[in-house]
Each structure stands twice: as structure tokens, then as C-alpha cells.
């Protein structure tokens, strides 16, 4: 099942890991790049979590106030115990776009709070850019702030499965480009789940 997150206001980290991979017989330097706070709808919460009825089961409904996360802060973090693969994402760095496919998300966990539901990820990708290009320039300037993002991955549904399977039954269900574009917690003791990979890219 794809999964498809429009574009909407996030929270980029405020520091980027550098770290050294193997590309073949190359080492390229990856990037992790913290995306937190990024708001889900109660239908995105199911997509997300491959279960339509997630929202249902993880909240109650009070009249009159927005609705409760329904084990209050004992599970309000449920963390993933896999990655994400195949992932396209945008950045809106001002008035340039840093556009990744076929990157990883790693880190990935649910934080619920009264009304709000936060998907916390970490964006694994390998830029094939040097750090004074100004991309990098931007990404790195808006470190800590808020940007705009979009999230897609196109077979999210037939990744490993990830948490509120409600029976027994097991679902089965690098490369990264980049566009220079001009525009405009604590862990829970819940069981682990999950999602799956990794990333690399070109700058165009």
C-alpha cells in the first residue's frame, strides 16, 4: 500500500550525523537527518501503522475535549523496531528543494498527545554533494528550525509488519536524487514493530 504524506510543517533536528558508508569498492559519506514532529491525521495513523482502526484503539473520545491517548503516558511513545526503504522525500530549504528518493527512514516512532498525533523519523540518505554546495548550505541553516516536507513511499504496505496486528495471522505485506529547485520520549514497554532500508543520490 503506498503511503503518501502531503506536504506539511515539520521540525528538522538540530544536528545532522555525518558518517562514512561502502558504495562498492567506494566510501561515500550518508547523512542522517533528523524529521520530527510530523503531524498524522487519525487516516494516516492507519496507513502508517497498516491498521485502519489504529486511531480507534489507541485513543478515547471525551465530549467536549480532544481526544485521549488511551493509555496516557505509559505507551504514549511507540517506537518501530525497522526501517522504512524505498523513500521519497522533499525538503523546502526556503527557496531551494532538496528532493531524496529511494532513501531509508530510521528511528521511526509514534508520539501521542491529546489531539496531536507526531511520526519522529530519522532520513537516511548519501548526497553526492560537497559540504560547501548550497544545498547543503541550506539544510544546515535551517537546523533546529521549522521546514516544510513531503513523504512518500510507494510500498510501504509490503514491508515488514508494524504494531495493532489485531490476530495471530502474519502480513507479509540506494540510491537517492537530489533537485536544486527553486520555490517559492521515552521509549514505551510495548512490543517492538516495525518497517525496512537505506539510501543514495545525485545532484541535478
Not at 505509559?74 to 522504512?84: D, E, G, Q, R, T
Not at 540518505?125 to 513523504?151: F, K, T, Y
Request: hydrophobic letters at 35%.
Amino acid at each position: 500500500m503506498p503511503l503518501k504524506l502531503t506536504r506539511r510543517t515539520i521540525s528538522l533536528g538540530g544536528s545532522i550525523n555525518p558518517r562514512t558508508q561502502k558504495h562498492g569498492n567506494e566510501n561515500v559519506t550518508a547523512l542522517d537527518v533528523p524529521l520530527l514532529k510530523i503531524a498524522l491525521s487519525p487516516e494516516e495513523l492507519g496507513e502508517v501503522m497498516l491498521n485502519p482502526k489504529a486511531h480507534k484503539l489507541l485513543f478515547s473520545k471525551k465530549k467536549g475535549r480532544p481526544d485521549e491517548p488511551s493509555f496516557g503516558k505509559v505507551a504514549s511513545i511507540i517506537p518501530f523496531n525497522h526501517k522504512v526503504i524505498g523513500v521519497s522525500c522533499r525538503l523546502y530549504l526556503g527557496r531551494r528543494v532538496l528532493a531524496v528518493t529511494d532513501a531509508t527512514l530510521n528511528r521511526c516512532r509514534i508520539e501521542l498527545q491529546p489531539g496531536v498525533i507526531w511520526w519522529h523519523v530519522q532520513l537516511q540518505c548519501v548526497p553526492d554533494l560537497d559540504e560547501n554546495h548550497p544545498l547543503m548550505e541550506a539544510l544546515m541553516s535551517r537546523l533546529g528550525e521549522q521546514i516544510d516536507a513531503e513523504i512518500e513511499c510507494e510500498h510501504y504496505g509490503a514491508q515488514p509488519e508494524l504494531p495493532l496486528e489485531e490476530d495471530e495471522d502474519e502480513e507479509e505485506g540506494e540510491q537517492t536524487d537530489i533537485e536544486d529547485e527553486e520555490e517559492d520520549a521515552e521509549e514505551s514497554p510495548l512490543p517492538d514493530f516495525g518497517a525496512g532500508r537505506r539510501g543514495r543520490r545525485n545532484a541535478s
